[in-house]
C-alpha cells in the first residue's frame, strides 16, 4: 500500500506541492520556536550564579555598610561579596551604545568573581575594566579611551584591564562596566551598596540562608539563586509561547489548504476509487490508502519543516541581542522538540486528510460506470444553522466581554470557527451580489466567474477561510494598537507646551544637572526638569514633581483653581482631586521634616501625571528621580535640538522637537505591529497558497468545460479573465470576512481600556483589501496561462471535467 501511495503521490506530485509547502511552514514556525527557546533556557540555566542568595533593601535604598556587616553575622551565611550596580551605557567607537540597553550595567570591581585575563584591575575614578565580549564587540583594547554613561553622566575613562565573566546579561548581549569599589559605591549606591550576594554555609540550604536573612533583618528582601533561575526560564517561556500562538494561526490554515486538497483529490479519483472497490477493494483499503498518502505528505514536509525551522531558529539566534553576548550553541534536536515537531506536522495533515479520506471510501463500486456530471451537492442547511449558532455566540462574548481579557480570548476564536463554518453561506450571499456588478463591467467573464465561485460553495468556503484567518488576526491586532498611536499622539500634543523634549532611553537615567546644561545654550527662554519624588507626611506620603518655579505654568497647561505659583519657590502647590480628597486649603502645610504651605491648587492634563508641584530646591537632589526636561526657545527648535546634543553629548539622552515627539508618540509602536505582521506573514501566505491551489485544481477539473467555452467563442484573454475574476472573488471574500471579524475584536479589546477609543485605521485596512486583490489576481496567473493555451480538440476529448 505504501507504493501505491507513493506513486499516486509522485504523479500527482504538483498537486501535493502546495499543501506540503504549507505543512513545512507550519512545523518550521513551531520548529524554530521550540529550537530558540530550548537554546534561550540552556543560555540562562548555563550561566553559573556564583552566589546563593541575594539581599537588597526592601525600599530599594542603598544598603549601608553597616547592614552589610550585619549580614556577614548571620547564621549560615558562608561568604559575601557586597555589591555597587547601576545602569552603565558603554558607548562604542562609532558613538553609537555597545549592547542590549536592559542587561547593561556597570558594578564595582571584585577580583574574585571579574577574573582578569589582560591589563590591571580598575584603580582610580577613571579607569574601567570591561567584559571580554563587551570590549570585543567595541573593538577596545587596554589603553584605548572609552566613554561611559554612569548614573546619567556620560564621561570618558581609560580602559584599564579586560575580564572573564559568565551571567545571563551578558550572554542577553549586555555590557559589564566594572568600577573601582570607591567609584561604583559613589555613583549608584551614595557611599553604601546595592545589595549583597551571600553563599551558604556547609549544611546549610538556600531557603533555610534566605530565612534567616529576612529573620535577622527584616527590611530586607531576599532572591535565592534558584528562584531567578526560574524567573528567567518563565520569561522565556512567555516567549516561546507567543512563537507558538503564531506557529499555531499558521497550522490552522495549513488545515483548510491539506484538507481542501484532499477533498479535491478524492473528487477527481472518486472513479479511480470506485474501480478499486469493483476489483474487490474495501471501505478499509481505500480509507487506508488515502490515509497514507496523508502521513507520506506529513512525514516528508515535517522533515524538511523541522530542517527549515531550525535554520529559523539560527536566524533569530544571529538577529535578536538575546544571542549578541558570549555564544551559545543551537539545541536543535531535543527529544520534545523533535516529538512536537513530528506530533504536529503528522497530526495536521492526518486531521485534515481524514474526512475527504472517508468520502473516498465511501464512493461506490458503481460510480465507475458513471459519467462525468458531478454529484448533487448535500444540503448546506443543518451547517448554516450550526455556524449562526457559533458565530452569534463567540460575537455575544467578545461584545459583553469589553474588558475582560479571558471572555475576548474565549469569544474571538469561537466567533473566528462560527464564520468558518458559514463561508459557504457568506461566498454564496456575496457572489449574489456581484452577479450583477460584474456582469455589467466584465460582461461574459464576470457572469461564469460567479458561477463558477457559487458552483461549489464548501470549497469556495475552505479557500477564503485559510485567507480569513492570518488577515482576521492582522486586523484584530491592528486596530489596538492604531487605538493606542492614536492617544498617544493626542495626549502628546496636548499634556505639555515644550519646544523641545529631553528623555532618557529605557534603563537610563537623566542627570540631575542637564538642566542647569541645558539652560546655558543659547536660544532658550524657560527650561524645567520633571522630577518624581516622595514627600513624608504625618501620615502616608505624597506623589511630587519637582520643577523650576519660574518655567512650569509657561511649559505646562496648568489651570490655576485657587492661590498663585508665584510663591512656588517656598511653597507647595497640591492638584485639585487631591486637595479636595484630603481636605487640604490654602495655608495647610503638608511635609514632615520641612512643612511647605499650599499656595496653590490647579488642575493638569491627566497625563502630566503630577498630584502636587513643588521647587526643585525643596526637595533632596538624592531623593529626586529625573522624568524629562522641557525646553521653551524663542529662535528654530531644530537649532537648538542641535545644539543641546552637542553640549551634551550624551547618547542615551533622546532630545526631540515637538513635532518630532509628537510623531515618535504616534509611531512607537510600529515596531510591535511590523514584528506581528512579520509572525503573520506565514498564515496570510498559507492562504494565499490556498487560493493558487484551489484554482490549479479547479482549472484542471474543468479541461473539457474550458474547452468547450473556446469551441463556442471565448477568446483566451476571456478564458484567463474568467480564472482571474473567479480567484479574486474567493480572496475577497476571505478578506472581507478576516478583516470584519478582526476589526470587531480589536474593537472591542480597545473599548473596554479606559480613556481610549477604537480607531479603525482605514488605510491599513486598504492596504489589506489591495494584498488580497493582488492575492486573487497572482494565484490564478499559471492556472489562467495553462487554461488559455490547451488547444481546443484536446480540452474537448479530456475524459476530466
Known amino acids: ?96 551604545l555597545v549592547g542590549t540597553p536592559g542587561a547593561t550595567g556597570g558594578v564595582n570591581f571584585d577580583p574574585q568573581r571579574h577574573k582578569l585575563i589582560n591589563g590591571s584591575a580598575p584603580s582610580g575614578s577613571d579607569d574601567i575594566a570591561l567584559d571580554k565580549w563587551a570590549a570585543q564587540r567595541a573593538g577596545y583594547q587596554v589603553g584605548d579611551k572609552v566613554r561611559v554613561v554612569a548614573a546619567g553622566t556620560a564621561r570618558d575613562v581609560r580602559l584599564s584591564g579586560v575580564f572573564d565573566f559568565q551571567s545571563t546579561a551578558i550572554v ?115 480509507l487506508r490508502l488515502v490515509l497514507t498518502e496523508a502521513t507520506l505528505l506529513g512525514v516528508v514536509s515535517t522533515v524538511a519543516g523541522y530542517l527549515l525551522g531550525v535554520g529559523g531558529a539560527a536566524l533569530l539566534k544571529s538577529q535578536f541581542a538575546v544571542f549578541d553576548g558570549a555564544p551559545v550553541p543551537l539545541q536543535p534536536f531535543t527529544p520534545t522538540t523533535l516529538l512536537a515537531a513530528f506530533g504536529v506536522g503528522l497530526g495536521v495533515t492526518l486531521l485534515a486528510a481524514w474526512l475527504p479520506a472517508r468520502r473516498a471510501a465511501a464512493v461506490p463500486p458503481i460510480a465507475a460506470l458513471r459519467t462525468g456530471l458531478p454529484p448533487t451537492p448535500k444540503s448546506l442547511r443543518l451547517r448554516n444553522i450550526t455556524g449562526f449558532v457559533v458565530t452569534a455566540l463567540g460575537t455575544a462574548m467578545v461584545v459583553l466581554g469589553r474588558g475582560e481579557e479571558t471572555m475576548i480570548y474565549l469569544g474571538a476564536p469561537t466567533m473566528l470557527i462560527g464564520l468558518i463554518i458559514l463561508t459557504p453561506l457568506l461566498a454564496s450571499g456575496l457572489t449574489a451580489l456581484l452577479r450583477g456588478p460584474l456582469t455589467r463591467v466584465a460582461g461574459l467573464s464576470g457572469t461564469l466567474a460567479v458561477e463558477n465561485t457559487r458552483r461549489n460553495p464548501r470549497r469556495t468556503g475552505a479557500t477564503a477561510s485559510a485567507l480569513m484567518i492570518g488577515l482576521s488576526v492582522c486586523a484584530a491586532v491592528t486596530v489596538p494598537i492604531a487605538s493606542i498611536s492614536a492617544k498617544a499622539e493626542e495626549t502628546a500634543k496636548s499634556w505639555n507646551n515644550a519646544d523641545v523634549r529631553l528623555a532618557a532611553l529605557p534603563f537610563a537615567d537623566i542627570a540631575p544637572t542637564v538642566a542647569d546644561e541645558i539652560a546655558k545654550v543659547p536660544g532658550i527662554t524657560h527650561v524645567t526638569a520633571l522630577r518624581n519624588a516622595l514627600l ?225 485605521p482605514w488605510d491599513r485596512l486598504a492596504v489589506f483589501m489591495l494584498i488580497t486583490v493582488a492575492i486573487g489576481v497572482a494565484a490564478a496567473f499559471v492556472p489562467a496561462r495553462r487554461a488559455a493555451r490547451i488547444p481546443i480538440l484536446t480540452a474537448i476529448k479530456t475524459d476530466t471535467e
Not at 498537486?15 to 504549507?22: C, H, T, V
Open 172 to 286: 542577553q548581549g549586555g555590557a559589564l562596566v566594572a568600577f573601582a569599589e570607591p567609584t561604583a559605591r559613589s555613583l549608584f549606591a551614595g557611599g553604601g551598596y546595592t545589595s549583597a550576594l551571600l553563599t551558604v554555609a556547609p549544611g546549610t540550604g538556600q531557603g533555610a540562608l534566605a530565612q534567616a536573612v529576612e529573620q535577622a533583618l527584616p527590611d530586607l528582601r531576599t532572591y535565592t539563586a534558584d528562584e531567578l533561575t526560574a524567573q528567567e526560564a518563565r520569561n522565556n517561556n512567555k516567549l516561546t509561547m507567543i512563537l507558538l500562538i503564531f506557529a499555531g494561526v499558521a497550522l490552522f490554515s495549513s488545515i483548510f489548504l491539506v484538507a481542501n486538497t484532499f477533498t479535491m483529490l478524492a473528487a477527481a479519483r472518486s472513479r479511480e476509487h470506485a474501480l478499486l472497490r469493483a476489483v474487490g477493494a474495501g471501505r478499509r483499503y481505500v
Open 536 to 760: 513624608p507626611l504625618d501620615k502616608g506620603s505624597l506623589q511630587v514633581t519637582a520643577v523650576n518655579a519660574g518655567a512650569i505654568s509657561t511649559l505646562v497647561p496648568l489651570q490655576l483653581r485657587e492661590g498663585s505659583l508665584d510663591q512656588l519657590a517656598s511653597g507647595i502647590a497640591v492638584e485639585s482631586s487631591v486637595a479636595t480628597e484630603r481636605g487640604w486649603t490654602l495655608g495647610t502645610k503638608l511635609g514632615k521634616e520641612k512643612p511647605l504651605p499650599v499656595v496653590a491648587i490647579f488642575t493638569a492634563p491627566e497625563e502630566f501625571g503630577a498630584e502636587a508641584l513643588v521647587d526643585t530646591a525643596n526637595v533632596p537632589a538624592d531623593e529626586l528621580w529625573n522624568r524629562e526636561v522641557l525646553v521653551k526657545v524663542s529662535g528654530s527648535p531644530d537649532q537648538v535640538r542641535d545644539a543641546i546634543r552637542t553640549a551634551l553629548n550624551n547618547p542615551v539622552l533622546v532630545v526631540q522637537t515637538r513635532d518630532e515627539y509628537i510623531k515618535a508618540q504616534a509611531s512607537e509602536y510600529d515596531l510591535y505591529l511590523n514584528l506581528l505582521y512579520a509572525m503573520l506573514s506565514v498564515s496570510v501566505l498559507i492562504g494565499a497558497m490556498s487560493v493558487v491551489n484551489t484554482m490549479t485544481m479547479s482549472t484542471m477539473e474543468r479541461i473539457r468545460e474550458i474547452g468547450l467555452l473556446r469551441a463556442i467563442g471565448l477568446a483566451r484573454s476571456q478564458v484567463g479573465s474568467v480564472l482571474r475574476i473567479e480567484s479574486v472573488i474567493i480572496a475577497v471574500i476571505g478578506a472581507l470576512a478576516g478583516v470584519v471579524s478582526g476589526c470587531v475584536i480589536g474593537a472591542m479589546t480597545v473599548s473596554g481600556q479606559a480613556n481610549t477609543s477604537p480607531v479603525l
Open 1 to 96: 500500500m505504501i507504493r501505491v501511495a507513493w506513486r499516486s503521490m509522485t504523479d500527482n506530485r504538483l498537486r501535493f506541492l502546495l499543501p506540503a509547502i504549507a505543512i513545512v511552514f507550519g512545523v518550521a514556525f513551531v520548529t524554530g520556536s521550540l529550537v530558540y527557546g530550548d537554546t534561550v533556557r540552556a543560555a540562562v540555566e548555563g550561566a553559573p550564579r556564583d552566589f546563593s542568595v541575594q539581599a537588597e533593601r526592601n525600599d530599594n535604598e542603598p544598603m549601608p555598610a553597616s547592614t552589610v556587616d550585619q549580614l556577614r553575622g548571620v547564621a549560615g551565611v558562608g561568604g559575601l561579596r557586597a555589591v555597587a550596580e547601576g545602569p552603565t551605557f558603554l558607548v562604542g567607537k562609532d558613538g553609537a
